[in-house]
């Protein structure tokens, strides 16, 4: 059985994805999480095999025997796992999750997103959603877990997920006052109730503005870190349709994989429309004029993946006419432990 390395992402969503592929590959892994030395950055700008990016201590971890396979995501990680592949001889195959900095010859499997706009490659995977740890087992743990939390308010009950700023795209106290006010008519309209869910990036400003504009029964959640009672996989189990913020793909990913209708609120500006409507970030202003004008690697699109969503009919926009949402037969999931598996060769 191959035996895997996880060099274990350091932000937040990069983590849950490399580790939901490990835990479905069922193989033995073992996990490292390394430190790095801040200030250098030529390993990863100029695309090396190296270890010089981490501290003493971690590269020292690194040393024969060596894995079948090293995954894992994150620039500063392209050169560490480079360099395990060149360490190996070229035993241990390298798979990259996410967003690719260095040349597409560097790794054995990309695995990737729209929105990073990467080209078709034979070692090229490109999904339409990012891999998640949302699975049948653990929605149906998370129904039993809250069913008696949800139980008075009144269905349809809607789930409304929230992100934050994104890019270009900014969720301020417009946006989140117009996401409120606009999931309200829909529970109204339906005789049905709100499970609302902020996260780490919802800022202060648009969660009181949000709460502020809900007219209709609801259950609100305000994200605390490291919280053992949240809501999240509960709200995902229990919705019968779901709304999310547009800036979040990882977010979309998750409400996509429960089978349930999803809607997703464009902030402003998302489908190129004016952005008269759009909370001013000075930031996002900035980004806007990158995403357009400068070197494309540098910024990534996410409306590239909206696009994708609603051209497939697995997700529509909030304010559109809502239609049947199709469940794709190869979750993008299976899609890539199939092509891991088959890098390795085994079915």
């Known amino acids: 059985m191959p035996v895997i390395w996880l060099i274990?992402?350091?932000?937040?969503?990069?983590?849950?994805?490399v580790r939901a592929l490990v835990e479905?590959?069922?193989?033995?892994?073992?996990?490292?999480?390394?430190?790095?030395?801040?200030?250098?950055?030529?390993?990863?700008?100029?695309?090396?095999?190296?270890?010089?990016?981490?501290?003493?201590?971690?590269?020292?971890?690194?040393?024969?025997?060596?894995?079948?396979?090293?995954?894992?995501?994150?620039?500063r990680n392209e050169p560490v796992c480079r360099w395990i592949r060149a360490a190996s001889g070229g035993r241990s195959r390298y798979v990259h999750v996410g967003k690719p900095w260095g040349a597409l010859s560097g790794f054995d499997l990309l695995i990737t997103t729209p929105q990073y706009r990467v080209p078709r490659r034979a070692n090229v995977?490109?999904?339409?959603?990012?891999?998640?740890?949302?699975?049948?087992?653990?929605?149906?743990?998370?129904?039993?877990?809250?069913?008696?939390?949800?139980?008075?308010?009144?269905?349809?009950?809607?789930?409304?997920?929230?992100?934050?700023?994104?890019?270009?795209?900014?969720?301020?106290?417009?946006?989140?006052?117009?996401?409120?006010?606009?999931?309200?008519?829909?529970?109204?309209?339906?005789?049905?109730?709100?499970?609302v869910s902020t996260s780490s990036r919802t800022s202060e400003a648009a969660i009181q503005a949000l709460q502020a504009s809900i007219d209709v029964p609801h259950y609100f959640y305000r994200w605390q870190p490291d919280d053992p009672d949240n809501p999240y996989f509960g709200i995902l189990a229990i919705a019968d349709r779901l709304v999310v913020t547009g800036d979040s793909i990882a977010m979309l990913s998750e409400a996509c994989a429960t089978g349930r209708p999803v809607q997703i609120f464009d902030l402003g500006g998302m489908r190129g429309e004016t952005r008269s409507i759009a909370d001013f970030r000075f930031g996002g202003m900035l980004y806007a004029f990158l995403l357009r004008w400068l070197w494309q690697p540098l910024s990534r699109d996410i409306t590239l993946v909206h696009s994708q969503l609603r051209a497939t009919s697995r997700a529509f926009w909030l304010d559109e006419e809502f239609g049947a949402s199709v469940v794709p037969g190869e979750s993008d999931m299976q899609r890539a432990v199939a092509a891991v598996k088959g890098l390795l060769g085994e079915s």
Do not use: M
Request: with cysteine; proline share 7%; charged share 20%.
């Open 125 to 195: 995977l490109n999904n339409t959603l990012t891999l998640h740890s949302v699975s049948a087992q653990r929605l149906a743990a998370a129904r039993e877990r809250w069913a008696a939390t949800f139980a008075d308010l009144p269905r349809p009950r809607i789930a409304v997920i929230t992100g934050g700023d994104s890019g270009p795209f900014t969720f301020g106290p417009r946006a989140a006052t117009r996401l409120g006010r606009q999931a309200s008519i829909l529970a109204r309209q339906s005789g049905g109730s709100l499970l």
């Open 24 to 75: 479905q590959l069922g193989w033995p892994c073992e996990t490292k999480r390394l430190e790095y030395r801040k200030h250098v950055v030529l390993p990863h700008v100029l695309g090396q095999a190296s270890l010089r990016g981490l501290t003493p201590a971690s590269a020292a971890t690194l040393k024969a025997p060596w894995p079948d396979l090293v995954i894992s995501s994150g620039v």
């Open 8 to 17: 274990d992402a350091y932000r937040a969503g990069e983590r849950n994805q």
